[in-house]
């Protein structure tokens, strides 16, 4: 007996999923999710769209060496990308490179090719600072298109290393202002890497200086020591009832004018080394009489060096902006980022504006190496080997180095990337870097809520996940660059329980950088790929930019209307302007066959001349010339469920119809169970030079598929005309073989 079904398949928010699920029916993530998608998106309403192409932007300076790309977003108007590579910063906004007369504007950054995948930033403001091992820390800054600068950050009152406490290991300033020389005896701390160091030199004798008293005769010169803080006697004179309290500048009693002097410490600046016991600094807060006068064992190295090692981590928390290096962090004063000061109370405890020196220790006894840091309510650390939050012990007060806690939270660890900070929390790459992980802190419970974004995709990262880019709008998409060139999008709104994998494709292309920037239109977020690719037999890396979805309107105020606003070509350019057949600028794609999409309608490929050129077989106001991008789609076997539960995978099926639900769809194909392939439309114009025109509705295919104990849908298509799928409805006919 044959009974006849209709299966309907309704949303694909799920994505591609892992091939180990083909059989779990009963799970919500299979009737939602696809065995393959690829070069289609997984909208967030359920639907699939196709995944947009690219355009060429420009070639990178040197195409031999891969690049690095540094996001930078003052203003909703004043954005921009860098791109590093080949010794230079190049500028790109608005979706092109910012020129400087007819070259491309650029600016001379340190690093090599080879430290290029280790930067770390952050911005503020104007700013944005830059960490990498090996190097001192740089700020960029920029103040117009063309003008931007590269200087060393260099650190305020710190950071500091711990203290000596050897007192046979010593140092002796020559000065307590201006240029001064630096004695060691008992030890050899200087090397070149120590140039642009602060050093700390303490008092070597805290009873040198006698306490202020109130009501006391003071002669001028005399010293004075009042909560750390010492003072010099400008004039004789009574001392008046009220301690000196300021720490800047002079102040009068009464009777006596009080300068201060220093805070039983000073600090140096090397700028150049002698030998390994000899250096000479700048002082940049006066150094004690007693540090000059003879030896003094109790001073402090700098917390950064290239001997000690920079920093390689960084990210911002209320206001601070924080450094990481293995196991330790520092925080600068709240909003003034490169103060280190360690400030501390009139009753010695550290203030809440102090600087913040700190070492995570695992209950476990291993070293955590810090990757990533990000604020969700409080501060969330990735390390190698596990996640860590790190908050005041009083939810109530401010983080300062008098409350600071650090719990080890989880233990999914990080490979080392730029995490994404997204809806609220963040996303991170596992240690292994096939899993991706959402982190986010819940203020009820005082707990991570972490959760694997690969449960059920397992073989989505089998490139090794190694950058990531966050496009909130329109859609909004994780993009995952791996370590094989592979791109892979995933869908994700949390609180709708959105999690939809699907693959982004690019034929002859090997992305070796993704980055992401919110654009002046709100509504868009900029997504920029580095690619390798092989064009005319060599090895190109070009920059090309990923395009809006359709019929979402156009960055960059394309005004084509129907089909001819679709952008389904990748590495292409746009001609428009008067009826032409030859068309030029293709010189980045020589001797590759190209897709043209034509006047809103498919032209037959062409091969791009050495010359950059093709010649059309009609003239064209309006066309997209680039490689063809193809798009596929395969459903997980389709089962209709028993009226009283269960399913009916032990009976042949076949299927006579197929209705897609389609919005705003041209061209493609259909077959079923591996049948032959059905087009769903013409992608030539109805009418010669014609728009290709649109479908919207309820599209009937009659299918021709024997009867199989699986029905499986495949849709696809190697043209460049848009393609909405809302849904599938399946007639089948089941044959029951008892």
Request: hydrophobic share 40%.
């Amino acid at each position: 007996m044959t009974v006849k079904a209709v299966i309907e398949k309704i949303t694909f928010t799920a994505g591609e999923v892992s091939p180990t699920l083909r059989a779990a029916i009963d799970l919500k993530r299979y009737q939602a999710g696809l065995a393959h998608c690829d070069n289609m998106t997984v909208l967030y309403e359920g639907a699939l769209s196709r995944s947009p192409g690219t355009r060429f932007v420009a070639e990178v300076k040197n195409e031999s060496e891969p690049s690095a790309a540094i996001p930078f977003r003052y203003t909703t108007g004043d954005y921009y990308m860098l791109a590093i590579n080949g010794g230079k910063a190049r500028v790109l906004r608005d979706g092109g490179v910012v020129m400087d007369g007819g070259n491309p504007f650029e600016f001379t950054v340190p690093w090599s090719a080879a430290d290029l995948e280790k930067l770390r930033y952050s911005q503020t403001a104007t700013s944005i600072t830059v960490v990498c091992p090996g190097y001192q820390p740089r700020v960029l800054t920029r103040s117009s298109h063309t003008n931007w600068n590269v200087t060393l950050y260099q650190s305020k009152k710190g950071p500091f290393d711990v203290q000596n406490l050897d007192q046979s290991k010593t140092l002796q300033a020559s000065a307590v202002t201006g240029t001064v020389a630096l004695t060691a005896a008992g030890h050899a701390p200087f090397s070149s890497d120590d140039i642009g160091t602060l050093w700390r030199l303490d008092e070597k004798d805290l009873s040198a200086v006698p306490y202020w008293r109130a009501s006391v005769n003071v002669a001028q010169g005399d010293q004075r020591r009042f909560q750390g803080r010492v003072y010099e006697a400008l004039n004789a004179g009574d001392s008046g009832p009220t301690a000196p309290t300021h720490e800047e500048g002079d102040w009068n009693s009464g009777a006596v004018t009080w300068r201060f002097l220093h805070k039983g410490y000073g600090l140096v600046r090397i700028t150049a080394i002698t030998n390994s016991q000899q250096a000479t600094g700048t002082v940049e807060a006066r150094l004690p009489d007693s540090v000059v006068a003879g030896p003094t064992w109790r001073w402090w190295p700098p917390a950064w060096s290239g001997v000690r090692g920079w920093p390689d981590a960084i990210w911002q928390y209320e206001g601070r902006l924080m450094f990481g290096r293995d196991d330790l962090f520092w925080g600068s004063v709240p909003n003034a980022h490169d103060d280190h000061e360690q400030k501390v109370e009139d009753d010695g405890v550290a203030a809440d504006d102090s600087a913040i020196a700190f070492r995570l220790r695992s209950p476990s006894g291993a070293r955590p190496k810090i990757e990533w840091g990000l604020a969700s309510h409080v501060q969330v650390l990735g390390a190698r080997d596990c996640e860590w939050v790190v908050r005041p012990r009083n939810a109530t007060q401010a983080l300062s180095p008098a409350n600071i806690r650090a719990d080890e939270e989880d233990d999914e660890g990080s490979a080392p990337h730029i995490a994404a900070r997204v809806a609220g929390g963040g996303i991170f790459i596992g240690r292994s870097r096939k899993r991706l992980h959402y982190v986010k802190f819940d203020p009820l419970t005082e707990k991570l809520m972490p959760e694997e974004l690969t449960a059920t995709a397992r073989h989505i990262l089998e490139g090794e996940a190694a950058w990531l880019a966050w496009q909130r709008d329109p859609n909004r998409v994780l993009w995952v660059g791996c370590l094989n060139g592979d791109l892979m999008g995933m869908t994700f709104m949390p609180k709708e329980q959105v999690i939809g994998w699907h693959r982004r494709t690019l034929k002859n292309g090997y992305v070796e950088r993704v980055a992401g920037i919110g654009a002046a239109d709100d509504a868009f977020s900029e997504i920029y790929l580095w690619v390798r690719r092989t064009i005319n037999g060599q090895t190109r890396r070009y920059i090309e930019y990923l395009m809006n979805w359709y019929p979402t309107a156009k960055p960059l105020e394309r005004t084509t209307s129907e089909g001819a606003a679709a952008w389904f070509l990748d590495c292409a350019i746009e001609y428009s302007g008067p009826p032409t057949s030859t068309i030029s600028g293709l010189s980045h794609l020589k001797g590759e066959e190209v897709g043209i999409f034509a006047d809103g309608a498919m032209h037959p490929r062409r091969t791009v001349s050495q010359t950059g050129s093709i010649t059309l077989e009609r003239p064209v106001s309006h066309a997209l010339i680039g490689i063809p991008q193809s798009w596929y789609v395969q459903t997980l076997p389709i089962e209709p469920l028993q009226p009283g539960g269960g399913s009916r995978r032990d009976q042949a099926k076949r299927a006579s119809r197929v209705i897609l639900h389609l919005l705003n769809s041209a061209g493609g194909w259909i077959r079923v169970n591996g049948s032959e392939k059905e087009a769903l439309f013409h992608t030539g114009a109805a009418d010669y030079g014609a728009a290709q025109k649109l479908f919207t509705g309820a599209l009937d295919v009659a299918v021709a598929a024997g009867p199989e104990k699986e029905l499986v849908v495949e849709i696809g298509g190697e043209d460049a005309l848009p393609f909405t799928l809302l849904g599938i409805t399946v007639s089948s006919h089941i044959e029951d073989e008892d």
